[in-house]
């Protein structure tokens, strides 16, 4: 008995620090040592976890590893950096990877909503007193008009709040559409266009297919009010928040929205790399860091990543994994859309973003698609989508 609240208590323990993303907000705004000890607390707990556990791993899980093992390995080869700092990654990464999936059995989707929810919250702090991003700048985009609480960087809170809308859509929640409320509010104010695109497309299905939640029109017609009222006080970034007035006032979706070019721009300048490596790939950090770029710009493409820095059989395999996906979720849509939409904002993340194998939340993310995909028989982890 007491071993289970133990572990009961270590999960929601590690589930809290990954969610809220809390070693790296001290480290970037309090106290490099002090994130080192939870940082290696999280470790410690994921081990624990580990050493623990008495069930086996199922095999999506194993194989997501395996990949994941590959694109190391083979990234080592003509890796330059710190030994030591790689192996430290390696083991992170493996220790956490197991870790939440483990702790996964001690919560449910309430759980993981309430902290959620928590973590959007700290982007309207971020917006309104503290202003993290006034004086963190990520090396390539200023976040001054982007605000992103907790998870320092707007792309980042962009994928928590497309996270948290997921799990508010298809559940029964009393407080569903002021919860829905909430968390569009909050992706807007990272003012990421993933979030945007992700939002117009979901909000469009759902309206067209249920019902039930059309009762969250009145409350998309309280966003620009909001936004616009408190304009000046965020600082928001002009060109980007004007294209989601341009949305709200006359329905048309503003070019800018759907514009990739920078990110195209980037992308193009590492498909030369690739190709002079394509095997072994250019080495593990090589295309996060941007030393390979005149700008020091990272590719913001994990699947670029992976092609880039360990070769194309680590790439194939990962693309195949997303297609094994992409499957599972797509046979469970008549049941529950939740695989679906956690599926898309994987995706969507991994098309625009370069931190998964560093990232907490991210890898949290892919973790609990596999784990309610291995229980979707279970309406704790997998809720019965009406529409």
Partial sequence: M?????????????????????????????????????????????????????????????????????????????YEGD???????????SLILFGLYIALDSANNKIILVLFLLGVLTILLDATFFRFGDVLIDGYNVTRGRYAGFYINANNASAVCMFGYSLVLVSNNKLRSLLLLLFSLMGFLTLSRSFIIFWIGINIIFSVKSFKHLKFVPYVFLILPILLIFQDFFDLRIDRFNSLVNFFTSGSIDSLIFDNSSRQDIWTKYYNHILNFPFIGNGYNSFRSGTLVDQNIGVHNTFLIIFGEAGVIPFLLFVGFFIYLLSRVYKLRSKSLLPLLIFITIL??????????SNGV??????????????NRDEKYIPKTKI
């Fill in 2 to 78: 007491r071993k289970n609240k133990l572990k009961k208590f270590l999960s929601l323990l590690l589930l809290f620090l990954t969610i809220l993303n809390i070693p790296s907000i001290l480290l970037k705004t309090y106290s490099s040592s002090l994130s080192s000890v939870l940082s290696h607390t999280m470790m410690m707990i994921a081990l624990l976890l580990i050493f623990f556990n008495k069930s086996k791993y199922p095999s999506n899980l194993k194989f997501l590893y395996f990949i994941s093992l590959l694109f190391y390995v083979l990234s080592m080869f003509c």
């Fill in 83 to 93: 030994l030591q700092f790689f192996l430290i990654e390696l083991i992170k990464y």
């Fill in 348 to 357: 969507l993340q991994f098309l625009v973003n370069h931190t998964f194998f």
């Fill in 362 to 375: 991210r890898i949290f993310m892919m973790v609990f698609l596999l784990y309610i995909l291995n229980n």
